[in-house]
């Protein structure tokens, strides 16, 4: 597998999960699913010296949790930077203003700190 394709099967993924819960939307931003795969290498620790055919194959088996990374992006857009939300009777609250912790700590870690549980 290939990054495009890494990056076209998290895409696929994220626009199925919406187009089931009913949204009305024909393509999910690519930007977002750029922008996750790159945080997550970065978070994952992955070794700068690995080739791009050896990064895929250490995020393939995350492609739901870089999806559902996605989803969470995607789901927070108008709500940048805020941990809740109320417009009317509608109140939402986030996990984090970000990334949610526990989606960020569901990807692999090439890194293994003494005394650091992740």
Not at 12 to 31: M, V
Not at 48 to 74: F, P
Not at 107 to 115: A, D, E, I, S, W
Request: aromatic share 8%; proline share 3%.
């Amino acid at each position: 597998m290939t990054m495009v394709e890494l990056t076209g099967e998290v895409t696929r993924k994220a626009l199925l999960y919406l187009k089931e819960q009913g949204e009305d939307i024909e393509t999910f931003p690519t930007s977002i699913v750029d922008f996750v795969i790159e945080f997550a290498i970065a978070e994952s620790h992955i070794p700068n010296h690995y080739a791009e055919s050896e990064i895929v194959e250490k995020l393939g088996g995350s492609k739901t949790v870089l999806a559902m990374m996605c989803l969470d992006i995607y789901s927070k857009a108008g709500s940048e930077g805020e941990m809740s939300n109320h417009e009317g009777s509608i109140s939402r609250t986030y996990e984090s203003a970000w990334i949610s912790k526990s989606l960020i700590d569901s990807l692999p870690n090439f890194v293994n700190t003494p005394g650091t549980l992740r």
